[in-house]
């Protein structure tokens, strides 16, 4: 069975922040393939379901971002899943511009406090992982304030896109492989796509 968390911060005042562009793929993915997250498991609401043949835990945590840890180290303990192989986390990216995304198998934290809890809490950076792009912080402003802010109008669609295009490489992971999916998502979009 695969764990697929999508991180963000619960509650409506974060709802249609930057920092839960991880939040809105777990929701696209639960949507496409009718898995219903209502149930509560721990620290985080989860669904149960198929995706493409493969048996899937959709999570989101409700720790809030910087102990996302917390719920994903107790769920992927309790479900006795072999991290390295299946588990992918979908975060948010300052270093990706919206409609961007980056699949990778391992890698260090990169300064994101969630994925800090994360490696910290289960011991490792060999996890799968699908970083959306929310674009880079302005000078003038504070990367808190910056993540917790929401997109501008024009910013949407390319965001929207970026969401679809994570839903699609989650599924790519689970039916190609990481290394298939890393090799169709990890291209940057042109202007004119």
């Known amino acids: ?38 149930s509560k498991k721990g620290q985080a609401y ?9 048996k899937v835990l959709l999570v989101k945590p409700v720790t809030y971002m910087n102990l996302s840890g917390e719920s994903i180290a107790s769920l992927a303990h309790f479900y006795k899943i072999d991290v390295p192989t299946e588990l992918i986390v979908i975060y948010d990216d300052i270093t ?3 409609g961007n995304i980056r699949v990778r198998k391992k890698g260090s934290a990169g300064g994101h406090n969630g994925m800090k809890s994360i490696i910290n809490l289960l011991g490792t950076e060999e996890f799968m992982r699908v970083r959306v792009g929310i674009g ?3 000078p003038e402003m504070d990367l808190a304030a910056y993540v917790l802010s929401r997109f501008s109008k024009e910013e949407v669609p390319a965001a929207e896109t970026g969401i679809e295009r ?20 990890n291209r940057k979009l042109t202007g004119d796509e």
Not at 46 to 54: D, F, L, N, V, Y
């Open 166 to 185: 994570a839903a699609d490489a989650v599924v790519s992971i689970l039916t190609e492989g990481i290394d298939s999916a890393m090799n169709v998502f």
């Open 96 to 98: 990706l511009e919206p």
């Open 1 to 38: 069975m695969y764990i697929i968390a999508g991180l963000g911060n619960p509650g409506l005042k974060y709802a249609k922040t930057k920092h839960n562009m991880g939040f809105h793929v777990a929701d696209v993915l639960s949507s496409r393939y009718h898995i219903d997250m209502n």
């Open 46 to 54: 989860c669904g149960q379901g198929i995706i493409e043949g493969e």
């Open 136 to 138: 880079a912080k302005p």
